[in-house]
Nanobody
Framework: QVQLVESGGRSVPAGGSLRLSCHAS????????TAWFRQAPGKEREFVAL????????LYSDSVKGRFTISRDNPQNTLYLQMDSLKAEDTAVYYC???????????????WGQGTRVTVAS
């Protein structure tokens, strides 16, 4: 059974940086599409970034483009989200997800982590 475990969430000041990690156990990410989504308080979950595990084809939401970077460590089977120039509106629970389709539609992602909370203090 695939299990995704996120880590790295914490409280940071506006303008700061943070790196989130998502480790996959049991089955590697190989051949999949991996993504980050987030859910802010009182809002629906939204797409943040995605990439093909084999490399390349990164895609970002307009709200994070130029500030966030999605990447992966293949041997460690770990997905990352580097977040720079953080804003108060980036405050949310961040989820990693794994699927087979290259899409921002969260319904297409089969496996999800439990989420890690990021709070950006303005």
């Amino acid at each position: 059974q695939v299990q995704l475990v996120e880590s790295g969430g914490r409280s940071v000041p506006a303008g700061g940086s943070l790196r989130l990690s998502c480790h996959a156990s049991a089955r590697p990410f190989t051949g999949t599409v991996t993504a980050w989504f987030r859910q802010a308080p009182g809002k629906e979950r939204e797409f943040v970034a995605l990439m093909r595990w084999r490399g390349g084809s990164e895609l970002y939401s307009d709200s994070v483009k130029g500030r966030f970077t999605i990447s992966r460590d293949n041997p460690q089977n770990t997905l990352y989200l580097q977040m720079d120039s953080l804003k108060a509106e980036d405050t949310a629970v961040y989820y990693c997800a794994r699927g087979l389709q290259y899409t921002t539609n969260q319904q297409a992602y089969e496996y999800w982590g439990q989420g890690t909370r990021v709070t950006v203090a303005s």
